[in-house]
């Protein structure tokens, strides 16, 4: 479940902590009455993947809604998609209306460029090797080259490799 702080920009009203929308709006207008209008969202607890995409999309009171419905129906790919894409490569996203399937982002789940290296010429992306030449691949050469179109990211203590297109 996640949890969020909200925090009111008047420092004589009373912050609090919610887990849904209507949490939220419920508690805004009961702890303080209509007088308080902004409140600054914070992250308190949640999965480590929800508190990226929460940092990625700078959630605030106005697209509040659209987290929720994101941390809720997004898969992981989903989630992991617009966490590079906006977070990382500076893709512009609008929480309300865009899709992040949309986003045209290449993610691997490898520790090293060189195993992404060793998937890649595994995978034919290189042609047809020889079974006799494989033993004279230079895989970290490969990797070196990979690492200028690719980066690496950690996400909630897992490793991803990934180019943005």
Not at 32 to 47: A, K, W
Not at 63 to 87: R, S
């Amino acid at each position: 479940m996640t949890t969020l702080f909200a925090q009111p920009y008047d420092f004589t009203a009373n912050g609090f902590y919610f887990h849904s929308l209507d949490e939220y709006i419920t508690k805004s207008f009961n702890l303080n009455g209509p007088l308080i209008e902004e409140y600054e969202i914070q992250f308190i607890d949640g999965e480590g993947i929800d508190c990226k995409l929460f940092e990625a999309l700078n959630i605030t009171q106005c697209n509040i809604e659209a987290y929720f419905n994101a941390v809720e129906n997004w898969d992981e790919d989903q989630k992991l998609k617009a966490i590079i894409a906006i977070g990382e490569c500076g893709y512009q996203f609008n929480l309300t209306s865009d899709n992040p399937d949309a986003f045209d982002v290449d993610i691997y789940q490898f520790d090293t460029m060189r195993e992404l290296a060793e998937q890649f010429v595994e995978d034919g992306l290189y042609g047809t090797i020889p079974q006799s030449l494989k033993y004279y691949i230079d895989y970290d050469a490969i990797a070196r080259d990979l690492s200028m179109d690719y980066s690496e990211i950690t996400i909630d203590g897992t490793r991803y490799i990934y180019r943005c297109a």
